[in-house]
């Protein structure tokens, strides 16, 4: 088994996350957001990680008055998530007043309550605080796909207000594609079956969770729980050694994503252990030389709540 460091895998996807996002669903997104005309919007991080949605938005500088709740279910996520927005706050000369789960951040006209809540989509906690429709919007990014969709809307639907959205950001989507091709390129065609299979058969209290294909799945699924799509495009990771040089962080990246894949083929019993090993050693001999290339797709989908 590789030992997976999944916090700074985190990390080290936040500029690749931020360069894939689909810009004409996050304009949309943001469109929705000033339409809303409020003074104190409330939107929720669901499964927030480093927090970076959060800081796409403060970065876009159009909203001045947002409560923001950063939720997730690993503590340490959450202290990464607090770490990331404190330094982003820092960095730009935010004035800041922080409390252990609670930051203000000021800068102009701009002035955003964030909360910090360790817990999970599903539990009484939230329902305690939230189950009252005054939430404007849900964000979530890379999350979809380890819960079961169905329910997570029904938790949405009970969330939001009467216009209340969701905006989901890079949902895996059924493709991951490494290049050069593997020298045994069947070899590597199945171990990707696999690897997908096991999102495929991933449960979360006992129900299937969204799968590798959540990225076209999340669809239907709103328009069938009573959303219309607003918008939806792609937002494939594409890694490439441009003048045999990864950006910033990539090489980490690529080792933790080929370590994923080797760890499920590990549990797979139509995967040859010889060969997983010498694909393993090929694939980070690649990497270390800054040869691999890697494209996954993803989607990103915005959708707002129809009431009657």
Not at 141 to 159: G, M, R
Not at 190 to 209: A, P, S, V
């Amino acid at each position: 088994m590789i030992e997976i460091d999944f916090q700074k895998y985190l990390l080290s996807k936040k500029n690749l996350d931020k360069r894939s996002i689909n810009k004409d669903v996050f304009k949309s997104f943001l469109r929705k957001l000033l339409a809303l005309g409020k003074n104190n919007t409330k939107i929720i991080d669901v499964g927030c990680g480093t927090c970076s949605l959060v800081e796409f938005i403060l970065q876009s500088d159009i909203i001045e008055k947002i409560n923001f709740c950063c939720m997730d279910t690993d503590l340490i996520n959450l202290k990464l998530g607090k770490k990331n927005i404190y330094n982003f706050a820092k960095k730009n000369s935010f004035n800041i007043y922080k409390s252990k789960d609670f930051f203000k951040i000021r800068k102009g006209d701009i002035d955003c309550d964030i909360f910090f809540l360790n817990s999970d989509i599903f539990s009484q906690e939230l329902i305690d605080n939230f189950y009252n429709r005054d939430v404007d919007c849900i964000i979530a990014n890379a999350f979809i796909d380890i819960v079961p969709i169905e329910d997570a809307i029904t938790v949405f639907k009970k969330l939001l207000t009467i216009n209340g959205f969701v905006y989901l950001t890079i949902n895996y989507d059924g493709i991951t594609t490494l290049r050069p091709s593997f020298n045994d390129f069947n070899f590597e065609k199945l171990l990707l079956k696999e690897y997908n299979k096991t999102m495929d058969e991933r449960k979360l209290n006992g129900k299937l969770t969204g799968g590798s294909n959540t990225g076209s799945k999340i669809y239907d699924a709103f328009l069938q729980n009573g959303f219309k799509i607003i918008n939806f495009g792609s937002s494939n990771w594409n890694v490439f050694p441009e003048n045999k040089k990864y950006k910033k962080n990539e090489k980490f990246f690529l080792k933790t994503m080929i370590g994923f894949i080797y760890n499920e083929g590990l549990n797979r019993k139509n995967i040859d252990k010889n060969k997983l090993n010498v694909w393993y050693q090929d694939r980070l001999e690649k990497i270390n030389n800054e040869e691999l290339s890697l494209i996954v797709q993803n989607t990103d989908i915005l959708a707002q709540i129809k009431r009657n």
